[in-house]
């Protein structure tokens, strides 16, 4: 267990302006960037602060896989603006996707235990990641530069064999922070449940993550609700429109293989402007990652907003 040092208070951002939108994509790593949007010339090593010239937000996908140290996670801070904002995927284990022991810190691995062997979750160790994840972003906060904290749930955890309620533990741990949670299986808002699963994001004061994604009655296809459920943030996710890729593609390039067109960007920023008439701030996550896709989407997106609403002169 690492030891912990005294840290300095948390910096807080400065405040939002009522129904600010900010804007980005999921990861700025991701291959298809790195092949078809990154100019050749921008190294490794700049690629997050020259993502920064163009979004002020982004949403970190490789916590989902392993948590960062906080030496990895305070340089992200230090590569970017004052403004700049950091959505966390939190840890699978969390989101209750099936995880082998080695994407656990070595300190909480199971003993004799093969390191691709499955974990077997229980509240002891699920409450001790939240609290190694918390560690970890620690040096954002202290930044003032943390967002949300992204719960993206595995489409196997539904009605019929889990309740919300088991997700108390770990969000009693992350009280304080912004949260959000990203349902991905659609029983959850049938019309015998959906009044109850409100009702708990509401109660629990956590982000309900709506998102833009195909049609269709798959149970991992969720159907479109935009509620707000905490009035600190609204929360989407673009997933693209491929419905055939979104259900059986295997890779990310195949589920999110969707360039999304302009018409379809403005219904978006319809919904982005109705959720920000409720919530003080508002994240706009595009996903459709394949090739370069999602930030030249999102860059289409930005331009949209600030023809709707233009900048103070």
Not at 20 to 40: H, K, R
Not at 50 to 70: G, K
Not at 240 to 265: K, T
Not at 273 to 296: Q, R, V
Request: hydrophobic content about 40%.
């Amino acid at each position: 267990m690492p030891s912990k040092a005294t840290k300095s208070p948390p910096r807080k951002r400065p405040k939002a302006r009522p129904g600010t939108i900010l804007v980005g994509t999921a990861s700025w790593t991701d291959s298809g960037f790195i092949e078809d949007w990154y100019p050749p010339d921008v190294a490794a090593k700049e690629r997050l602060a020259w993502y920064a010239e163009h979004f002020n937000l982004v949403e970190v996908n490789s916590s989902f896989y392993a948590i960062p140290s906080p030496r990895t996670v305070a340089s992200w801070a230090e590569q970017t603006t004052a403004e700049f904002v950091f959505d966390l995927k939190l840890h699978r284990l969390l989101s209750r996707h099936s995880t082998q022991i080695g994407m656990l810190p070595r300190d909480l691995r199971p003993k004799g235990k093969d390191a691709k062997s499955k974990v077997k979750p229980t509240q002891k160790l699920e409450t001790a990641m939240a609290e190694r994840f918390l560690e970890s972003a620690a040096p954002l906060a202290e930044a003032g530069k943390l967002g949300a904290l992204l719960l993206q749930l595995s489409p196997s955890f539904s009605p019929r064999k889990h309740r919300l309620e088991e997700l108390d533990h770990v969000l009693d741990v992350l009280k304080g922070h912004k949260v959000a949670v990203e349902l991905r299986n659609r029983t959850w808002l049938a019309d015998e449940e959906v009044d109850d699963t409100i009702a708990y994001f509401r109660k629990r004061k956590i982000a309900f993550v709506t998102v833009d994604g195909p049609e269709g009655s798959h149970f991992m296809i969720m159907p479109k609700l935009d509620v707000v459920t905490t009035p600190k943030l609204a929360y989407l996710r673009a997933h693209g429109r491929n419905r055939e890729g979104y259900v059986r593609g295997r890779s990310v390039a195949e589920r999110f293989d969707y360039d999304y067109p302009i018409d379809e960007l403005e219904e978006i920023a319809d919904r982005a402007e109705d959720l920000a008439a409720a919530a003080g701030e508002t994240h706009i996550i595009f996903n459709n990652n394949k090739s370069s896709y999602a930030p030249k989407a999102a860059e289409r997106f930005r331009r949209i907003l600030a023809e709707r609403v233009p900048a103070p002169g």
